[in-house]
């Protein structure tokens, strides 16, 4: 298992559990549906999408496939108009069918992966961890390949039946430090509290 560097307490008391403190009115509107192998995925718009006719604002692409004889799908989204190289943002669903795992492994999996591609990855947990559930933050201070950049990725992962899917936002920013977090997040409250608030709408059915 992977140790997962954490943002220290008194960076909590910035975050803290944000989703509940978004007002309403500010969601995005309804809940889109997507169906994977024995479960529909409900799950709200990407968080920069103002209108239901999001075809005007999104760019989006769709893969299935077996990888490592994995079954596995993916659904993202960017901005309308942005490259799918080169993004600002990008909202998803990814899901994998590979039979039971647990949630500490599925979290540690989806760590390492910024483990290895940032300067430092920080580990920030919204939620408890329960059996089945994770709703969670990492934050990357520097990207490796793109080192002008860091980003914030938002996660909700559920684990149900075998299958292993996740909602996340991500968003690219200027490159900050674990020292700049004591001050408040990379990226304004209000994007950040939207951003849990979508992805905490996330559910298997």
Known sequence: MIPLPRLALLVALWLGLPAPMVPAQDLPPSRWQLPLWSRTAHYAPPPWVRS????QEVEI??????????ETFIYEYIPEGERFEDWSE????????RGRVAMEE??????GIFATACEEAIYQELQPVGQGRAL???YCTRDLTRREYGEVAVFSVI??????????YEKRLPAFSRVSLNHGPPLPMAELEKAIAAVSRFELR
């Open 159 to 168: 684990s149900a039946e075998g299958e292993l899917v996740r909602n996340y």
């Open 106 to 111: 599925a979290i540690s999996g989806i760590y």
């Open 61 to 70: 692409f769709r893969q299935q496939g077996v990888n490592n004889g994995v």
């Open 90 to 97: 990008l909202y998803a669903i990814y899901a994998e069918r």
């Open 52 to 55: 239901r006719g999001f075809e």
């Open 136 to 138: 969670f933050a990492i």
